[in-house]
């Protein structure tokens, strides 16, 4: 009885002290902030154990990415730097699009002693299409050196020219203002830059990340040998409740394709992850359409694992 006792009190006592070391730890990890108008830097002042660049959805903000992904305290905890990006009005992105965007991570990346890090972009809806080209453009030019070690998406609209029939239905359906108004919107913009697809495929082809039509996945090619990630939260009854929208007009659908097409292609490293009732905006709304279906803890167990 008296042993059982004296090795109830030595555990206890070495799970706080382990419990204290960690509070003392973490506590050490002191950050420095840098914004400018293009991004803002948040990272460990003596080192880090890897660069995690994050692009937000259409429309957001540095401050956005924080209030949706919530995603700070465990940066700071596992130290790693964040490259919390400005851009994000992007649906493709044209070759001096790249070519500029990938000098300016380059550059911010060297200025801030973190371009020999391990890198790792990631991005929500339209953020996760630029992360996806920007770090096949990268990977494949000899003039950048800041080959990303993993790449993820977060439900991003991957297959403009499936966007492009899905807006059509939408609009033929009137059954969500929203979709209707965003759906008018992308006619509009692709009709424009794109072309009607019914004149030919090929500019949606070259732009867009994938193409299930033709199974085009070229725009990907750089990244057989990258660590790839694709979140996805595919609630069939919240898209039919609140939208009218079958399963072939979801982001899941496409990004499950994209997910077997790399798999067929040998692709070394390709995850394919759905989540179930994950998805809620910051203000607590629930959507499937979030940041947050992405499992923070597990993300950054997969960055710290270079295998």
């Given at each position: 009885?008296?042993?059982n006792?004296a090795?109830?009190?030595?555990?206890?006592?070495?799970?706080?002290?382990?419990s204290?070391?960690?509070?003392?730890?973490e506590k050490k990890?002191?950050?420095e902030?840098?914004?400018?108008?293009?991004?803002e830097?948040?990272k460990?002042?003596e080192?880090?154990?890897?660069?995690?660049?994050?692009?937000?959805?259409?429309?957001?903000?540095?401050?956005d990415i924080?209030?949706?992904?919530?995603?700070l305290?465990?940066?700071?905890?596992n130290q790693?730097?964040?490259v919390l990006?400005n851009?994000?009005?992007k649906?493709?992105l044209?070759e001096?699009?790249?070519k500029?965007?990938a000098t300016?991570l380059q550059?911010t990346l060297?200025?801030?002693?973190?371009s020999?890090?391990?890198?790792y972009?990631?991005?929500?809806?339209?953020?996760?299409i630029?992360?996806?080209?920007i770090?096949?453009?990268?990977?494949?030019?000899k003039?950048?050196?800041?080959?990303p070690?993993g790449?993820?998406?977060?439900?991003?609209?991957?297959?403009?020219?499936?966007?492009?029939?899905?807006?059509?239905?939408?609009?033929k359906k009137?059954?969500?203002?929203?979709?209707?108004?965003e759906?008018?919107?992308?006619?509009?913009?692709f009709?424009?830059?794109?072309?009607?697809?019914?004149?030919g495929?090929?500019?949606?082809?070259?732009?867009?990340?994938?193409t299930?039509?033709?199974?085009?996945t070229?725009?990907?090619?750089?990244l057989?040998?990258?660590?790839?990630?694709l979140y996805?939260?595919?609630?069939?009854?919240?898209?039919?409740?609140?939208?009218k929208?079958?399963?072939?007009?979801?982001?899941?659908?496409?990004?499950q394709?994209?997910?077997?097409?790399?798999?067929?292609?040998?692709?070394?490293?390709?995850?394919?992850?759905?989540t179930k009732n994950k998805?809620?905006?910051?203000n607590g709304?629930r959507?499937?359409h979030?940041w947050?279906?992405?499992?923070?803890?597990?993300l950054f167990?997969?960055?710290?694992?270079?295998?």
């Amino acid at each position: 009885m008296k042993k059982n006792v004296a090795l109830i009190i030595l555990l206890s006592f070495l799970i706080s002290c382990k419990s204290e070391k960690k509070k003392e730890f973490e506590k050490k990890v002191k950050i420095e902030t840098f914004i400018t108008d293009d991004f803002e830097i948040i990272k460990p002042i003596e080192d880090s154990k890897a660069v995690l660049i994050l692009f937000g959805g259409f429309g957001e903000k540095a401050a956005d990415i924080k209030r949706e992904f919530q995603v700070l305290d465990i940066a700071k905890k596992n130290q790693i730097s964040l490259v919390l990006m400005n851009y994000s009005n992007k649906l493709w992105l044209e070759e001096n699009d790249k070519k500029n965007l990938a000098t300016l991570l380059q550059n911010t990346l060297e200025k801030h002693n973190l371009s020999h890090k391990d890198i790792y972009i990631g991005g929500f809806s339209s953020g996760g299409i630029v992360s996806l080209l920007i770090s096949n453009y990268i990977t494949g030019m000899k003039e950048f050196y800041i080959d990303p070690k993993g790449v993820f998406i977060a439900d991003s609209p991957i297959d403009l020219l499936a966007l492009y029939k899905a807006s059509e239905i939408n609009i033929k359906k009137n059954f969500s203002d929203v979709a209707v108004q965003e759906s008018t919107w992308i006619l509009q913009l692709f009709n424009k830059e794109l072309g009607n697809p019914k004149d030919g495929i090929s500019k949606y082809e070259k732009h867009a990340v994938f193409t299930s039509e033709s199974n085009y996945t070229k725009n990907l090619s750089n990244l057989k040998n990258t660590k790839i990630r694709l979140y996805t939260e595919p609630d069939l009854n919240w898209w039919k409740v609140n939208r009218k929208t079958d399963f072939e007009q979801t982001n899941a659908y496409y990004i499950q394709k994209l997910s077997k097409s790399l798999h067929k292609l040998d692709f070394k490293d390709v995850t394919y992850i759905t989540t179930k009732n994950k998805g809620y905006r910051a203000n607590g709304d629930r959507h499937p359409h979030s940041w947050s279906i992405i499992d923070k803890e597990n993300l950054f167990n997969w960055i710290l694992n270079n295998n």
